[in-house]
């Protein structure tokens, strides 16, 4: 079952179950695949990884509005945001943590011979790479600079 199939089902399940903020969290995103999918002069399918992009995607837009609304002190909207994220990390791979990020970071960063903040982008592009999908570009971001700092 792809992924995107897993998606309506769960979508089918939380409408029947009565779970809204399940159902408002997957409708969201399989809006955004389906304008993903009409995107451009034809129609087209989605692999596998450009459903998980969008999952990621959608994930990391409502982190984003957690920051907003904590700054307006609206902790209803915060929670919402919160729940939908648990809903929608169901169906991403497992996330590195911190120290595993920081175990590949070292790797990379020996075998690229970098000793200071000016070799940042190499070191975060190639990491980037390796872990996409399974990191948060952030958390890559900040284990990088503790490590070059």
């Keep these: 079952m792809t992924l995107e199939e897993r998606l309506s089902n769960d979508l089918k399940d939380a409408i029947r179950g ?6 408002l969290a997957i409708r969201s995103v399989k809006a955004a695949i389906t ?12 692999s596998e990884a450009e459903v998980l992009a969008i999952v990621g995607k959608q994930i990391k837009q409502r982190r984003d509005s957690i920051e907003e609304f904590t700054k307006g002190n609206r902790p209803d909207l915060v ?10 990390e169901v169906y991403l791979p497992r996330q590195l943590g911190e120290a595993e990020i920081r175990e590949r970071a070292v790797a990379v960063i020996a075998e690229l011979g970098v000793t200071d903040m000016k070799g940042l982008g190499p070191v975060m592009k190639r990491l980037s ?3 996409k999908g399974i990191a948060d570009g952030g958390a890559i971001n900040r284990v990088v ?5």
């Design 79 to 88: 929670a919402q945001e919160q729940a939908e994220i648990e809903v929608l």
């Design 129 to 131: 790479a390796d872990l």
């Design 35 to 46: 304008q993903a999918k009409v995107a451009g002069l034809e129609a087209r399918e989605l």
């Design 18 to 23: 009565g779970e809204g903020t399940r159902k």
């Design 145 to 149: 600079r503790a490590l070059l700092a």
